[in-house]
């Protein structure tokens, strides 16, 4: 079983910056990749920008060039660097990560862009 924890969600003005952390507990978890969701009010969950333990990244492509994804030193940590963010990035981001025997998520975090 895997916890994860999240935190860094909050309102911020568009072209503000946010970071978000996803920290994974649990014993001999075996995590091979961590990564981001976000629900837009309305709107099904999607994909935001995941990495491996490899540090391989897929972004989508509405973010590409403004998040970065990456691990910190923490181990099983991974952060998200959200810049240049606009008011269509409204949304609950979900924490996401895989294992060789299942999926888990975090509870999410509210990230609110003003206009």
């Known amino acids: 079983q895997v916890r994860l924890v999240e935190s860094g969600g909050g309102l911020v003005q568009a072209g503000g910056s946010l970071r978000l952390s996803c920290a994974a507990s649990?014993?001999?978890?075996?995590?091979?990749?961590m990564g981001w969701y976000r629900q837009p009010p309305g709107k099904q969950r999607e994909l935001v920008a995941i990495i491996n333990t490899g540090g391989s990244t897929n972004y989508a492509d509405s973010v590409k060039g403004r998040f970065t994804v990456s691990w910190d030193n923490a181990p099983d940590t991974v952060i998200l660097q959200m810049d240049s963010l606009k008011p269509e990035g409204t949304a609950v981001y979900f924490c996401?990560?895989?294992?060789?025997?299942?999926?888990?998520w975090g509870q999410g975090t509210q990230v609110t862009v003003s206009s």
């Open positions: 996401n990560a895989r294992t060789i025997w299942a999926g888990y």
């Open positions: 649990g014993s001999d978890i075996s995590i091979y990749a």
